[in-house]
């Protein structure tokens, strides 16, 4: 008869903390089934079996724990009906579920729950990305435990070198990696001792980014612009609101009704971060509008015409006819930089750069917290500070200028 206890084990992790583990005895022969869980072992009551009340969360703890007994007491039984011997691991591994603990199947959860949040673009990507890291792993099934930081770096030289993608995009491919190991130990279906990622192991670091924005000049030359065909006068209009309207976003700017515009203001909420927004209308953007209003007496219509008649309900669809649009629109601002002679990579959000470009160190840090609606001025420093070059340019100047 097999016998299933709760138990913390001698195997202190790098914080001196102790796994809580599900015991498995059969003939004197154990095996053990991890929780996920550490805590610490003066935390842990050995003769109830279970973590003592000074634990801030023993509540939540004792209760996995006696969920976790359940389930394997309950498996256990239907083992022992069975007339056929089953030695203790083989007893374990039918509690398990030995599929669980393979990348692949968690990763199919994990992306399962991508669609049903309805999160298409996102999926979209982190599919194709899991998708590659099967093909270079060249199994149809992956063990957590065989995901080792050699794995990772190799998979990473393979991405830089065989394939020619930029650093950036590479991290970008290791993100979801991490983040299904995550799903995997929280459900203690991966062993956090195995978990390669962190300091000393592989450690996902971007490159610093450089944010380009243009200057007055440049977009003086898109403001006065001639000789543009329809479409190119219509995409250079969308993205001349978006500068004035401080950097508004390609997501939030084609989705604008006349009912946001009141009281000489623009009101919208940010689809980002769902924060509200309320911007007077500068003179330059009423004459844009202008043109726009003309055709149009419905309040609750959109101002421009590329979402129209676009189901909200169906966020793929949604998602589809916005990628479409910012395409466009980007091949078109292409042609008109070359048209204006400007030879930046003008694209629908470059006009958030620019607006920051622009700023510069002129409006105070807190008052761009508020335009950018950033919810820490720590990210507006960080934006900005791609674009605060005076300084620095004064002190070289006073070295080199002698």
């Known amino acids: 008869m097999a016998t299933v206890q709760a138990v913390l084990r001698n195997k202190k992790n790098s914080h001196d903390k102790y796994p809580i583990a599900i015991r498995i005895t059969k003939n004197r022969r154990s095996s053990f089934i991890y929780t996920g869980q550490y805590i610490e072992k003066k935390l842990w009551d050995k003769v109830k079996c279970k973590v003592k009340r000074s634990h801030p969360n023993s509540a939540h703890l004792n209760q996995l724990i006696l969920t976790r007994v359940s389930e394997v007491n309950s498996k256990l039984l239907e083992s022992e009906i069975s007339k056929e011997y089953k030695s203790v691991q083989t007893i374990k591994d039918n509690i398990q579920n030995k599929n669980r603990h393979d990348f692949y199947s968690v990763a199919e959860l994990y992306l399962a729950n991508l669609r049903n949040r309805k999160q298409f673009h996102r999926y979209d ?204 629109f980007n091949r078109h601002l292409k042609r008109i930089a070359k048209k204006v002679g400007i030879d930046k990579n003008l694209s629908m959000h470059i006009a958030r750069h620019t607006f920051g470009n622009i700023s510069g160190d002129k409006i105070p840090i807190q008052m761009l917290q508020k335009l950018y609606r950033h919810s820490s001025i720590t990210t507006t420093i960080s934006y900005q500070a791609n674009f605060m070059n005076d300084e620095q340019d004064e002190a070289l100047d006073k070295v080199v200028n002698f």
């Open 125 to 328: 990507n982190e599919k194709s990305r899991i998708e590659r890291f099967l093909e270079f792993t060249k199994h149809q099934e992956l063990p957590f435990n065989s995901i080792t930081v050699n794995l990772l770096h190799r998979f990473e030289t393979h991405l830089l070198h065989k394939k020619g993608l930029a650093f950036r995009t590479v991290m970008n491919y290791i993100i979801p990696i991490r983040t299904i190991y995550n799903l995997a130990i929280a459900e203690s279906i991966a062993d956090r001792n195995n978990y390669p990622f962190g300091r000393g192991k592989y450690q996902i670091k971007f490159p610093d980014s450089e944010k380009v924005g243009l200057n007055v000049e440049e977009v003086q030359l898109l403001e006065n612009a001639v000789g543009l065909t329809e479409a190119q006068q219509h995409a250079l209009n969308v993205w001349l609101l978006s500068f004035y309207f401080a950097g508004i976003r390609i997501t939030d700017i084609i989705q604008l009704r006349w009912s946001d515009f009141s009281d000489d203001r623009l009101h919208y909420r940010m689809s980002k971060n769902d924060k509200r927004v309320s911007l007077r209308i500068p003179i330059k953007a009423k004459l844009i509008l202008n043109i726009y209003r003309e055709s149009s007496n419905d309040s609750e219509e959109f101002v421009f015409k590329e979402l129209r008649n676009t189901d909200f309900n169906n966020a793929k669809q949604l998602r589809t006819r916005i990628k479409t649009t910012t395409r466009n």
